[in-house]
T-cell receptor, first 114, second 116 residues
């Protein structure tokens, strides 16, 4: 079974632009979570989707948004990019929206904002 | 809010030796899950081992085992017979099983170096 895939793997943007990142979960997985990883703040939860509905949201500004499609693929969008948005964005999938479910991570998208 | 603390930013171990990575967490809950994830330089986060809080028996996965001390809120990872491929960042994570479906809460990580 193919793992979680994320595209693109690397992105360079400038301040003020917007960006869209994509995540395809493991086949059969219906829950997708997004995390931001930075050297200073570590791994921080952005949001989680299940059955096309946002189920949980972390403490990030409204510039960060996401959605999930009927095939469970998910996208996250960051508008009006700031330098501090430079990070590794990780997507994780699990079969169901349950705490006992193990989350499997993708390779991440490295975003650099100049 | 739950917090996870990894007090060792960096550790090193000789190849074939044993190393223990520490993790403590703060929670008032009794039902939760604990995880150790490994993130090699390639950046793909990989699950190493998981532990259900209601299980007293410590989880093991081949060369990886945990020492789960619920009362002390401690969850250390022991790597036996260390191999060069074990070099990575290791993250301890907590997930509540009580407060609805809360996300994983991660520690800051421990960078493990393996010396040949």
């Amino acid at each position: 079974k193919a793992g979680v895939t994320q595209t693109p793997r690397y992105l360079i943007k400038t301040r003020g632009q917007q960006v869209t990142l994509s995540c395809s979960p493991i086949s059969g997985h219906r829950s997708v979570s997004w995390y931001q990883q930075t050297p200073g703040q570590g791994l921080q939860f952005l949001f989680e989707y299940f059955s096309e509905t946002q189920r949980n949201k972390g403490n990030f500004p409204g510039r960060f948004s996401g959605r999930q499609f009927s095939n469970s693929r998910s996208e996250m969008n960051v508008s009006t990019l700031e330098l501090g948005d430079s990070a590794l964005y990780l997507c994780a999938s699990s079969q169901l929206y349950l705490a006992r479910e193990t989350q499997y991570f993708g390779p991440g998208t490295r975003l650099l904002v100049l | 809010a739950q917090t996870v603390t990894q007090s060792q930013p960096e550790m090193s171990v000789q190849e074939a030796e044993t190393v223990t990575l520490s993790c403590t967490y703060d929670t008032s809950e009794s039902d939760y899950y604990l995880f150790w994830y490994k993130q090699p330089p390639s950046r793909q986060m990989i699950l190493v081992i998981r532990q259900e809080a209601y299980k007293q028996q410590n989880a093991t996965e081949n060369r990886f085992s945990v020492n789960f001390q619920k009362a002390a809120k401690s969850f250390s990872l022991k790597i036996s017979d260390s191999q060069l491929g074990d070099a990575a960042m290791y993250f301890c994570a907590y997930r509540s099983a009580e407060s609805g479906n809360t996300p994983l809460v991660f520690g800051k990580g421990t960078r493990l170096s393996v010396i040949a």
